[in-house]
């Protein structure tokens, strides 16, 4: 793999160069906290942060967008026929993306790009997209990445993964987008950067001082976990808003909307959560999960039972730890998947299974 | 405020021993600074659990809604003007409740402390009017009293209204408070400069309904920004949808809502929601003469109609 | 990319009403553009999702057998915001459909088979599917004894009922209509449940016997106790799951079930099967 070193005085110069051909999207400091912003000419990213307080899974999987468009007017022609709404798929690169955020778009992606369909709303953006990573040297109190088979360095989902090492940067080209685009900016100065950033990367690691143990959870029953009685208590606390779904970099679910002005209409496509009340209720009335304990039972027994199984592939989780710093009623997951993993391991689960 | 812990404690202890109550809900112990998680207690051993600090601003009486156990409920002043407000509503009876009072003098805005320090905020710690923020590379002390919630900061009701037991001594009753100066200020601007205020307060929105799912008034079955027949509100992102939603939720606390924080306190972007509730509480102070949840004797004024309502604003 | 939310555009044909209640519908679309219905070339027991433009889109079961060529059929209860404005179109009206989704009953494994199939209420939609498809000349040697329990609150809450008369004539299909109770001197078929019903007229279950069912979950949560006593074991007895969906092709993770999507991995099951997953449906 390649690594090209980057001065940081020739910086901007790279990004005026790329500018030409990307749009490009990254952290920007709004009142307290940072969020990703797309970039106008001559903005930079600012990098002085930790993580951003939404992740960035909105730039490629909008919070609300347009699927498609119609006419309700029976005097013209297409009336009543939905029609792709206008997109834009230009390319566009997304600087400064965290290692956490980077492994959740692949997680993503399991779920819009499948054998049997594929979503071309998240699927065009995405392959417009090329990520530029920013790995964590100072990841926050709360991050546990390393134990949900992710880490401050790691290079899944990313097409480049940059480090900031003083006065320039060391940036490792990882995939053919990535090439592409360090091609854009001009950054082509090779240098033998491994060792250096390995050593940055178990520097890193060391730092992060939470973890999860999701060991027994991939052999544990369904059903016994589903029955065990913390749930009660996990639950309490919850009044079931969406905030842990909406800053979470790996929720998907969404809703879809039609709405109309006047005679012209729009079907859109808006995040939802599995915490609302009503997100499984049926037409008759009838809602499989009507009481606060089913609902935040399936949320972690989604991302920590559910996904496992069905994908075989770790966790539904990156650790990126916003769900924990932001749930109005601090329900902690890094709490219940310890709760969800020891009851894996008792004679509870063993006995069922 | 250690103090209060161990009385919560011995309180609640002694009314499950007693079997007064089939539980007792409470904080214990968040895991992120400036949290605390709001618990219940079955058994007398589980209220070892329970805490008591500046960190407590969730408003507990959310939990109550239709429960029909015997509970015993931790309220500070807010708090317990909203258990009022649950009684007279009929969302739950006061022979179930043993209201727990704690007499308040204010909690901390977590929000205005994480906008003081560039870097992360690893530890919060209380020693009497003071607060110790630590991060990675700073540490600071902080005056209790600059960092406390913008309700608690204006509040004139600290001590509970209704409480069965007390945590502390009721403390002294906040005077000659300006509670809506800031409310003036924004009445005062042009048209203009009041929609972009708005819509600046409102920008960040990402419609996860914190703030209502927080507050013990939104209890509606369906919500209005649920209802499909009809459909009242987008659920788009579109600024329409979000400020009908703002703007609704806030009249449909008008008369009610006790401006305990916990809406904007829920808030994972930090909107200040509350200009809505406090204009609507100042307009209820003026037109009717009305303070929500102080006595389970009277009624909020949306709630029934007298000949001298003042109807000038009627044109 | 093809994109798998568009709908294809059909054209209400013909609206039949069902029941004496005037809730139930039976809709015949026709694609406007012929070669779509190539595209959706779909087996009994699928679903699709029927497109309103302005209201919304509703999951409904395919009531048009696939040997019935030509047009698609679906019949479709007066609930909610979309069925309600559905039942207020009329004959020429546009729409759309997507589709077909979800699994269906699982033919290969039924062939050479004696067949039960056990309905309720406004549930028979895809048995009917089923049902047509299997008494089709090139199919019916394929499948073993036929039997059917259908019933419905009363004989005007029946659905397709010149077709229940005609099929209860044939000698190649055992037919058992009955209806919870009527005072119509001239009914001539079952009164009685549709588990006692079952109980009492439907042949036994062995190895080489499957059940389909689909009905209300009162009526599933009885009939299944006769069906064991009967001998169907769990992994022979066919059902079709409802949930709440959006999407329709698995990824608004709305109509899960444990890592079951209803939409993508059902919403045809074997008992066994649902035995595994949590009871939140």
Redesign the interface.
């Known amino acids: 793999m390649k690594i090209v070193k980057v001065d940081k005085k020739d910086w901007t110069d790279g990004l005026a160069k790329l500018y030409r051909t990307y749009r490009l999207f990254g952290p920007v400091k709004?009142?307290?906290?940072h969020c990703f912003r797309e970039l106008a000419e001559g903005d930079r990213p600012d990098f002085?942060f930790?993580n951003t307080?939404?992740s960035a899974k909105g730039i490629i999987y909008p919070?609300?967008e347009d699927?498609?468009v119609?006419t309700?007017d029976e005097s013209r022609e297409d009336?009543?026929?939905?029609k792709?709404a206008p997109k834009d798929d230009t390319p566009r690169a997304v600087l400064g993306i965290r290692p956490c955020d980077a492994k959740a778009v692949s997680l993503l992606k399991l779920?819009?790009d499948?054998p049997?369909?594929?979503?071309?709303y998240w699927?065009?953006r995405y392959n417009a997209t090329t990520l530029v990573g920013l790995a964590c040297d100072?990841p926050?109190?709360?991050c546990f990445c390393t134990s949900t088979g992710c880490g401050p360095y790691h290079e899944e989902g990313l097409d480049l993964l940059m480090t900031d090492a003083g006065d320039h940067y060391l940036i490792k080209l990882l995939s053919a987008k990535g090439e592409r685009l360090a091609q854009s900016a001009g950054w082509d100065g090779e240098i033998d950067g491994l060792a250096v950033m390995e050593n940055r990367k178990k520097a890193a690691e060391a730092k992060i001082t939470q973890s999860i143990a999701t060991d027994n959870l991939r052999a544990a029953d369904?059903?016994a976990l589903?029955q065990a009685d913390f749930w009660e208590?996990i639950s309490?606390?919850c009044?079931?808003?969406?905030?842990c779904t909406?800053?979470c970099p790996t929720c998907?679910?969404?809703?879809?909307?039609?709405?109309?002005h006047g005679k012209n209409?729009k079907?859109?496509r808006?995040w939802?959560?599995?915490m609302?009340?009503?997100?499984?209720?049926?037409?008759?009335g009838h809602n499989?999960?009507d009481t606060k304990l089913?609902r935040v039972r399936?949320r972690f027994?989604?991302k920590l039972?559910?996904?496992v199984?069905?994908y075989e592939t770790g966790i539904m989780c990156v650790g990126c730890g916003r769900c924990?710093?932001?749930c109005?009623?601090?329900?902690?997951i890094?709490?219940v998947c310890e709760l969800m993993n020891s009851h894996a391991a008792s004679d509870a689960c063993a006995a069922e299974g | 405020m250690i103090k209060y812990s161990d009385s919560i404690r011995e309180i609640s202890e002694r009314l499950l021993k007693e079997c007064r109550v089939d539980m007792v809900i409470g904080f214990r112990r968040g895991t992120v600074p400036m949290m605390n998680e709001p618990c219940f207690a079955k058994t007398p051993e589980e209220v070892q659990a329970f805490v008591w600090d500046s960190n407590c601003g969730i408003n507990l009486a959310n939990y109550l809604t239709d429960r029909k156990e015997k509970i015993g409920i931790v309220a500070k002043g807010c708090d317990s003007r909203n258990i009022v407000t649950h009684i007279i509503e009929n969302k739950i009876k006061r022979e179930q409740l043993v209201v727990i009072g704690v007499p308040c003098k204010g909690m901390i805005d977590k929000h205005n402390i994480a906008a003081r320090f560039g870097g992360e905020i690893l530890d919060v710690a209380e020693e009497s009017d003071q607060i110790i923020v630590k991060g990675h590379d700073f540490e600071e002390t902080l005056a209790k009293e600059d960092v406390l919630q913008e309700n608690c900061r204006l509040c004139i009701h600290r001590n509970p209204v209704i409480y069965d037991e007390l945590a502390g001594e009721l403390v002294d009753e906040q005077q000659d408070v300006d509670r809506y100066e800031e409310v003036r200020r924004i009445e005062a601007m042009a048209t203009d400069d009041k929609w972009a205020y708005f819509d600046d307060l409102l920008k960040n929105c990402i419609r996860c309904y914190a703030c209502r799912n927080a507050c013990p008034l939104c209890y509606c079955p369906t919500c209005f920004v649920d209802e499909s027949k009809p459909q009242w509100v987008g659920k788009s992102q579109d600024p329409i949808d979000i400020r009908t939603f703002h703007f609704l939720r806030a009249f449909h606390c008008a008369g009610r809502c006790t401006d305990c924080g916990a809406c904007q306190r829920a808030c994972p972007v930090g909107i200040n929601m509350r200009v809505f509730t406090k204009k609507l509480e100042k307009d209820c102070l003026d037109l009717f003469g009305w303070e929500a949840g102080l006595s389970l004797e009277s009624r909020p004024p949306l709630d029934f109609y007298r000949p001298d309502d003042p109807d000038d604003f009627i044109k | 990319m093809e994109n798998p939310y568009l709908p294809y555009p059909v054209r209400i044909d013909d609206i039949v009403v069902e029941t004496e209640d005037r809730n139930l519908r039976t809709f015949k679309l026709v694609f406007l553009n012929p070669q779509d219905e190539d595209k959706f070339a779909y087996r009994a027991g699928q679903f699709a999702e029927l497109s309103i433009a302005g209201r919304g889109e509703i999951p409904i079961g395919i009531a048009s057998s696939p040997v019935e060529k030509g047009f698609l059929k679906f019949t479709i209860n007066r609930a909610g915001v979309v069925t309600s404005h559905l039942h207020q179109m009329k004959s020429g009206d546009i729409m759309g459909v997507r589709g077909p989704l979800g699994n269906w009953y699982p033919w290969d494994v039924l062939e050479g088979k004696n067949i039960l199939i056990v309905g309720g209420g406004f549930a028979f939609t895809t048995l009917r599917s089923s049902i047509i498809y299997m008494l089709h000349p090139q199919n019916r040697s394929k499948f073993g004894e036929i039997s059917v329990v259908y019933g419905a609150r009363t004989p005007g809450m029946l659905l397709y009922k010149d077709e229940l008369i005609e099929w209860e004539k044939r000698d190649d299909i055992n037919m058992h209509i009955t209806v919870d109770a009527t005072d119509d001197p001239d009914w001539k078929y079952n009164v009685g449940f549709v588990p006692p019903i079952t109980e009492q007229k439907a042949p036994q279950g062995d190895d080489n016997s499957f059940a389909i069912v689909c009905g209300p979950p009162i009526m599933i949560k009885f009939t299944q106790p006769v069906l064991e006593k009967l001998g169907y074991t769990h992994d022979h007895i066919i059902m079709s799951l409802e949930n709440r969906m959006k999407c329709g092709i698995g990824m608004c993770g709305r109509c899960g079930i444990g890592k079951e999507l209803v939409c993508k991995d059902g919403p045809v099951f074997t008992l066994s099967e649902i035995n595994k997953t949590p009871r939140e449906y």
């Open positions: 709004e009142g307290a906290f002085e930790q307080r939404l919070q609300s699927m498609f119609y309700l009336h009543h026929i939905l792709e779920n819009f499948t049997d369909y594929k979503d071309p699927l065009d100072q926050c109190g709360t369904t059903l589903h208590e309490f606390a009044i079931n808003c969406g905030t909406y800053v998907w679910c969404f809703d879809i909307q039609d709405e109309v209409g079907r859109v808006n939802d959560s599995c609302f009340p009503i997100f499984t209720v049926h037409t008759t499989p999960r089913q399936q027994m989604h039972k559910y996904f199984d069905k924990v710093q932001h109005p009623v601090n329900i902690d890094r709490r």
